[in-house]
Nanobody
């Protein structure tokens, strides 16, 4: 069974950058699509980006709010997916989760119910 662990969160000033990691164990990432979600205080979990499995085409999708600032990537040799976040804003504050589903990012990739596997989350705080 796929197990996911996020890391790399922290406190950053507006305009700064962070690179989050989602490390997998228990199964290879080769056949899983991985997504990143964010949950701000008092809000629902929001899908940000998803990358197809290496066994398919590794294509990625982004929501409009992060498209020009965040980059998702995967290193299957390390069984890890990354989320490089640049030009961070206070509204990017929240707990960031990675989630897994077989092979492809589905059309409703931003829906938490589409994912079978979840990490425990890592806190990101953007503040001056």
């Amino acid at each position: 069974q796929l197990q996911l662990v996020e890391s790399g969160g922290g406190l950053v000033q507006p305009g700064g950058s962070l690179n989050l990691s989602c490390a997998a164990s228990g199964s290879t990432l080769d056949y899983h699509a991985i997504a990143w979600f964010r949950q701000a205080p008092g809000k629902e979990r929001e899908g940000l980006s998803c990358i197809n499995s290496r066994s398919s085409d590794s294509k990625s999708i982004y929501t409009d709010s992060v498209k020009s600032r965040f980059t998702i990537s995967r290193d299957d040799a390390k069984n890890t997916v990354y989320l490089q976040m640049n030009n961070l804003k206070p509204e990017d504050t929240g707990i960031y989760y990675c989630a897994g589903t077989p092979v492809f990012c589905v059309s409703r990739y931003y829906e938490p119910k589409e994912y079978d596997y979840w990490g425990q989350g890592t806190q990101v705080t953007i503040s001056a």
